[in-house]
């Protein structure tokens, strides 16, 4: 987590920013508070990514769809505003480290621990998968660990399985190279 950076937005939608948590190549994830006090992980789209003229109907689909996957497998998502000036989605902030920060952090887990974790990633994907969703990007740094188990998090490069036309032109590498 960082500090906001002067060129960040201090607000998306109903929500204040707070912080910096992440960037990648669809746009950045910051923390937000929404009115009540509610902490929320909000991803604002780049603007060059928006400009796509198909985009903004495919993420308004991906943003329906993952909100069917929820439960207890992922970060909800609580709301989006596809058609905004900078589109965005808002999900449930999880204060859980990231897969890959913690192995950086505390070394392998022990057998017991990965077991385990795969047990909930393969519930995950089953959720995912079943919502009519492929996640494209699955990776250490976009599973959260929980002390009740793993979270699955960043469906921003999802694919809508079923009439989805398709995300990416030719040449173009969508999601994390490796993963």
Excluded: C
Aim: aromatic share 6%; hydrophobic share 45%; glycine share 10%.
């Amino acid at each position: 987590m960082h500090d906001l950076q002067p060129e960040d937005p201090v607000s998306i939608g109903p929500y204040r920013l707070s912080a910096r948590l992440g960037e990648g190549g669809m746009g950045q994830v910051f923390l937000a508070v929404s009115r009540s006090g509610r902490r929320l992980a909000v991803k604002v789209v780049r603007p060059q990514i928006a400009a796509d003229p198909g985009f903004r109907e495919r993420f308004r689909r991906e943003v329906a769809a993952a909100r069917t996957v929820g439960g207890f497998w992922t970060a909800p998502i609580v709301d989006a505003d596809p058609d905004g000036p900078v589109p965005w989605v808002a999900s449930d902030y999880i204060d859980a480290p990231d897969l890959a920060r913690l192995v950086r952090e505390r070394g392998p887990l022990p057998e017991a621990a990965v077991r385990s974790l795969a047990a909930g990633l393969a519930e995950a994907l089953e959720a995912v998968h079943r919502a009519g969703l492929v996640h494209r990007d699955l990776k250490p740094s976009n599973i959260l660990v929980t002390d009740d188990g793993p979270r699955v998090i960043d469906f921003g490069i999802s694919k809508a399985v079923e009439g989805a036309t398709a995300l990416t032109d030719t040449g173009l590498v969508v999601g994390t190279p490796g993963f």
